[in-house]
């Protein structure tokens, strides 16, 4: 296999995983206007293994000419690359009041520009990547007028059904019939509907759906809720668009950030994901000549790529093994709060890094091997009734402070439950009110005050940032206590309940070997290292931190272990034999998918 070009590779392994990669409105200048310059994104795109492209036909206010669009399409198309096209909707009709890059989708010059761009790239091609910004935040007067008695998360949700029914899908398919309008959502899951941007109504009006996984380092722009997130957010992302959407689902794309190792994480976290695509976007960041927002960005996506190969081989063992893990519910709307009491915001990232493998879902299954228990949980539009069935299970349940203070003592005082205090008592959010748009790298922002944070949430001119679970480095310190004793917190909410149970607290390796029993393993190891278990005899480690780490690792019924797939290739994954099971280093950035088998005595029995 490895004799074989980047392109055969990838020809090979397209019913696996596809790698393609995006040309921005503005790139066009600079790689698809002349005949010399496609010659050269066909070589790169070609030695790289990347068969799709998609060609934006409008950002920022740029709409490359149709001439020139026409004529790269077809270019491309001839030497045997897929073409489809692309739009990213911002900087276009009237500015709104929250994120100016954002137009206010009441007004009628937005509403006509919107049919603009969408009748103009519907003619050019037959599948169409919306880059998710249709989302309106605006509260002008019309839009306060508009929203009536609603709130405005039903307001925006019925806005901008609205608004892509008869500005986006009904012009395009007047030009097109054919087209195909994938709507590519962005990587801030709890804000999605609070936009506007209802999956269900999305998986009912389009043609598919789609995720960005570009997460970020902390320290390129902490107070940025697309950037600063921790790296098992791409894999919770992308997981959980498969289950929202099933067959609609396509998949994501990465951008290269400031930090190599979190450009690497975010691609191996997706990958584990199990999308059927993977987007370089942009082109720039693949180019001999780099060219993108952030020059630290630089060499990234040759990086990732050079290990073809093996990425393939992670996707295909990815895709043959179920991924498993405790069934974590959040559906569509879920609002993941106690008002004024515990906020529980983005806690599956958190969750993922302390080694706890989750299976995000839209609803519980009728069988599962654990369950994670958050205030989205309460969302559920049966959730009572699953409560009452979760008292007779006998399964791990991992439940979070802010939910636990709501619960009852005979559920939470069971030796099969545990509480995690991950809940914050306040939400922390920023005022996006005049802000262009939600890039802070310039660290512009305006913190709203704990005292009006909770307000600013309610009423819309706040928006959470949610930067605790991943931004502190001793975040397991500050949430697992070796005492036995409950959060002050907890204990108090509890007792205002009437409720004292005798709940256990448990160190993060005891709490870890309760929680991975049904997954037949026993994990020790510092945090930051997310736990991903595949079908029976596949098992997934990934590093984030910046240094190596040691992890012991115990399996009771397949005690041998052997690594198939460590990336990146130039890093080690060291396996030893000890006295309890194996101890394995795993270098920093690192994610390595073991094999789990039996013992040569078991084999010869």
């Known amino acids: 296999m490895t004799n074989k070009s980047a392109w055969q590779i990838a020809s090979e392994n397209r019913d696996i995983l596809t790698l393609s990669t995006y040309f921005m409105a503005s790139e066009f200048e600079k790689y698809l206007e002349t005949d010399e310059a496609i010659d050269k994104v066909i070589r790169v795109c070609k030695g790289y293994g990347i068969p799709r492209m998609y060609l934006e036909t409008f950002r920022d206010g740029c709409q490359p000419s149709r001439s020139v669009v026409v004529h790269a399409r077809d270019r491309l198309r001839e030497a045997g690359f897929e073409v489809a096209g692309a739009i990213c909707t911002t900087r276009y009709g009237e500015p709104g009041t929250v994120l100016t890059m954002f137009p206010c989708l009441t007004r009628k010059r937005s509403k006509r520009e919107l049919r603009d761009m969408f009748t103009f790239a519907a003619g050019l091609f037959d599948t169409i990547l919306i880059d998710e910004y249709i989302w309106c935040h605006c509260q002008c007067e019309q839009c306060q007028a508009a929203k009536g008695d609603r709130t405005w998360t039903e307001f925006r949700c019925d806005q901008l059904r609205q608004a892509c029914r008869e500005c986006v899908i009904a012009p395009a398919r007047k030009v097109n019939p054919r087209v195909r309008l994938v709507y590519k959502f962005p990587a801030m899951y709890e804000l999605l509907a609070r936009q506007g941007q209802d999956i269900d109504f999305a998986l009912e009006d389009f043609d598919g759906i789609w995720i960005g996984t570009e997460v970020g380092p902390f320290t390129e722009s902490p107070h940025n809720m697309l950037r600063s997130q921790g790296p098992y957010r791409a894999f919770f992302l992308m997981r959980w668009m498969l289950e929202m959407g099933k067959d609609k689902t396509g998949g994501s794309w990465i951008m290269p950030l400031q930090d190599s190792g979190h450009l690497l994480d975010t691609a191996y976290q997706t990958i584990l994901g199990g999308p059927r695509e993977l987007v370089l976007h942009p082109y720039g960041g693949i180019s001999p000549s780099y060219h993108w927002a952030l020059p630290g960005g630089e060499g990234q996506f040759p990086t990732l790529l050079r290990d073809l190969p093996e990425l393939l081989k992670l996707a295909r063992i990815v895709k043959e093994n179920p991924a498993r893990g405790l069934v974590a519910a959040r559906p569509a709307r879920a609002e993941p709060w106690e008002f004024r009491k515990a906020y529980d915001a983005y806690v599956f990232d958190y969750v993922g890094q302390i080694g706890v493998p989750l299976r995000p879902v839209r609803d519980f299954p009728e069988d599962a091997e654990g369950f994670f228990l958050s205030l989205h949980t309460r969302s559920l539009p049966n959730y009572e009734q699953e409560i009452e069935r979760l008292r007779h299970t006998t399964v791990p349940i991992l439940v979070t402070d802010g939910l636990a203070s709501t619960l009852d003592e005979p559920f939470l005082d069971r030796s099969n439950v545990f509480v995690i205090e991950a809940s ?74 009437g409720h004292s149970p005798n709940l256990k607290r448990l160190p993060l390796d005891e709490l870890r070997s309760e929680i991975l029993k049904p997954f037949g393993i026993s994990i020790r190891g510092p945090i930051r290292v997310s736990v991903h278990p595949l079908g029976e005899d596949q098992l997934v480690l990934h590093n984030f931190n910046e240094h190596p780490v040691t992890v012991w690792l115990k399996s009771e019924a397949r005690p041998d272990i052997k690594p198939v797939v460590t990336l990146p290739t130039t890093s080690k994954t060291v396996v030893d034999k000890a006295d309890d099971g194996f101890q394995i280093q795993i270098d920093p950035h690192t994610v390595t998918c073991f094999e789990l088998g039996k013992s040569q005595q078991s084999r010869n029995d």
């Open 424 to 497: 914050v008592s306040t939400p922390s959010v920023f005022d996006y009110r005049g802000f262009t748009d939600p890039y802070d790298f310039a660290l512009h922002l305006r913190p709203v005050s704990a005292e009006k944070a909770w307000e600013a949430l309610s009423d819309d001119t706040g928006w959470d940032t949610s930067m605790r679970y991943t931004g502190d480095a001793q975040m397991a310190a500050k949430i697992f206590s070796i005492a036995p004793s409950l959060p002050e917190t907890l204990k108090q909410r509890l007792q205002e309940s």
